[in-house]
């Protein structure tokens, strides 16, 4: 590796994603549900994003977004290039890109510049340098705004606690390894189950590696490289970064994991009373992290962002909209927790489920179904956050109320370009829907669809299916149903047409209103 890597894994791409934990609107009632007011987050004018990666989800947090300008940074010059071919191929004007290290742009930043409403590191804390650690802090500090927000995900204590000597093997025996670092990532693998295998006694004292490991084997391996091969891997403590971020005078608001933020669905019942109890903020986040054995936390930082009175609350919270995400059919009551899955009261979770059905509705408008009478505006916030959380319902942005005041386009012609990369061999799952601010994630499959309906294709069911056919013979790929791949053709032709029909009666009306087509 060159020098300008500084121990980062920079000879393969990092995994392509979307994170809805990045995007404005969850930030905002993300404050909200924890009783912190929203700040700049609500309509929020220029975003910042440290490390975009391959930039999939920066660029569609953008296209989405078209009213606020996304500038983003990443020292890879791969990344960026890629990115910048997003942006230009869907003709996006509210994004800056640059090549260029944290070091650099704090050393640009100037006293007092405060000209960023948002700042956003996903996934990038754990594995830089402490010198990009001050970097960070540094552009926080100098460029954040009085009540502008940080967004930062990061590997923590004390659930990635046995896992540092698998980590630490990997990579020496990478040094040991020639080829990419993908390849030294599956060397690696195949001596951990070595290891494990002839009985090495770190393995059999931590029991919990195994189900560890067996996920691993099943990860992308460029994936894997980045988590465990770089030469800097930091394990947090949540005080020490709340120490570290307190340096560019910003106070701790809540976890971006909404469920986090409710102790009865997210703590053993045992110590819910001495979580509940303890009043120094950092403390108690460091009890429930013990409680709950924490290994990944999506933090929302800000600064100076007051704590909201009931009247307040009410108000900013009544005014926030929500639309449904995917067809009502599909609607689950079953949302994951840390303790395990929640099952929501079919009553409940069913009148919002409706409402949302129908059309975009306001907190306020949620909150006064008849099914809330009793458990009021609490219960109506819980089955909401729960909700939001499981990505089934997404906050639309204040600025996307009105149809009349956003402009769609960039993130349809976003859309286009995923679905075309598809046709082309390259497939990303997910896709920008502007009516929420935010993205989706979508199989193959439904990109498949999407190509027909942009190709003019869409009419009916009998047509998608005969372009959808074409287009997979050309990838030289089958159609999988319940995870078995479909090879007879006449099969596969009743089996795509069934689909295709599903498709245009429930999921197209739902991505048409999101914006998505």
């Known amino acids: 590796m060159t020098a300008w890597?500084?121990?980062?894994?920079?000879?393969?791409?990092?995994?392509?994603?979307?994170?809805?934990?990045?995007?404005?609107?969850?930030?905002?009632?993300?404050?909200?549900?924890?009783?912190?007011?929203?700040?700049?987050a609500l309509q929020p004018q220029r975003v910042l994003e440290l490390g975009f990666g391959m930039g999939l989800g920066f660029v569609i947090n953008a296209a989405a977004n078209?009213?606020?300008?996304?500038?983003?940074?990443d020292f890879n010059p791969l990344h960026v290039a890629h990115a910048r071919g997003l942006v230009d191929d869907a003709e996006l004007t509210n994004v800056s890109l640059r090549e260029a290290s944290f070091q650099d742009l704090a050393r640009e930043a100037q006293e007092g510049q405060h000209d960023l409403d948002l700042i956003v590191l996903h996934g990038i804390l754990t594995w830089v340098s402490s010198d990009a650690h001050e970097?960070?802090?540094?552009?926080?500090r100098k460029r954040l705004k009085p009540g502008g927000f940080l967004y930062v995900s990061y590997n923590c204590m004390p659930g990635w606690a046995p896992v540092l000597p698998l980590q630490r093997l990997m990579r020496e025996n990478a040094k040991r390894v020639a080829g990419r670092s993908d390849e030294q990532t599956e060397s690696g693998l195949e001596l951990v189950k070595a290891l494990m295998s002839e009985g090495a006694n770190y393995f059999a004292a931590n029991a919990g590696l195994q189900q560890r490991i067996e996920k691993m084997s099943s990860l992308d391996r460029n994936y894997?490289?980045?988590?465990?091969?770089n030469a800097n891997w930091f394990i947090f403590h949540f005080a020490d970064v709340a120490e570290m971020f307190g340096r560019a005078k910003l106070g701790f608001v809540g976890s971006a994991t909404l469920v986090e933020n409710i102790d009865n669905l997210a703590l053993p019942k045992e110590v819910k009373a001495r979580v509940a109890a303890e009043t120094d903020v950092v403390f108690k986040e460091t009890?429930?992290?013990?409680?709950?054995?924490?290994?990944?936390?999506r933090d929302l930082f800000a600064r100076g962002v007051s704590t909201l009175n009931s009247i307040e609350h009410n108000s900013i919270l009544g005014a926030m909209q929500f639309s449904l995400a995917l067809p009502r059919s599909q609607v689950t009551f079953k949302i994951p927790s840390p303790v395990g899955e929640l099952n929501g009261n079919a009553e409940i979770y069913g009148a919002v489920a409706d409402l949302l059905a129908e059309k975009t509705a306001s907190f306020a408008e949620i909150a006064s179904l008849p099914a809330f009478r009793e458990g009021g505006a609490g219960a109506a916030l819980q089955a909401v956050t729960l909700f939001v959380h499981s990505g089934q319902v997404l906050p639309v942005p204040v600025s996307g109320s009105s149809n009349a005041e956003f402009d769609r386009s960039p993130a349809q012609r976003l859309n286009r370009v995923i679905a075309e990369k598809m046709l082309q061999g390259r497939t990303f799952n997910f896709l920008a829907a502007p009516a929420v601010g935010s993205g989706i994630q979508v199989a193959t499959t439904d990109l498949l669809?999407?190509?027909?309906?942009?190709?003019?294709?869409g009419n009916t069911?009998?047509?998608?299916t005969a372009h959808v056919l074409q287009s997979m013979q050309h990838l030289g790929i089958n159609w999988v149903k319940d995870g078995k791949a479909i090879t007879d053709p006449s099969e596969r032709t009743t089996i795509v047409t069934g689909d295709a029909r599903s498709f245009l009666s429930e999921k197209l009306p739902v991505w048409q209103r999101l914006g998505i087509l």
């Not at 970097?135 to 926080?140: D, F, L, Q, T, Y």
């Not at 894997?224 to 091969?229: F, V, W």
């Not at 009890?287 to 936390?297: E, G, T, V, Y």
């Not at 069911?461 to 998608?464: D, I, L, R, S």
């Open 224 to 229: 894997l490289a980045h988590e465990y091969l």
């Open 449 to 457: 669809m999407i190509a027909a309906v942009l190709a003019g294709e």
């Open 66 to 73: 078209p009213g606020t300008h996304f500038e983003g940074i």
């Open 135 to 140: 970097s960070i802090v540094e552009i926080a």
């Open 461 to 464: 069911a009998e047509t998608v």
């Open 5 to 40: 890597t500084e121990g980062y894994v920079a000879d393969i791409p990092y995994a392509l994603g979307f994170y809805r934990e990045t995007v404005p609107a969850h930030v905002a009632f993300s404050a909200a549900c924890v009783g912190k007011h929203p700040g700049l």
């Open 287 to 297: 009890l429930r992290d013990i409680a709950s054995n924490k290994q990944f936390r």
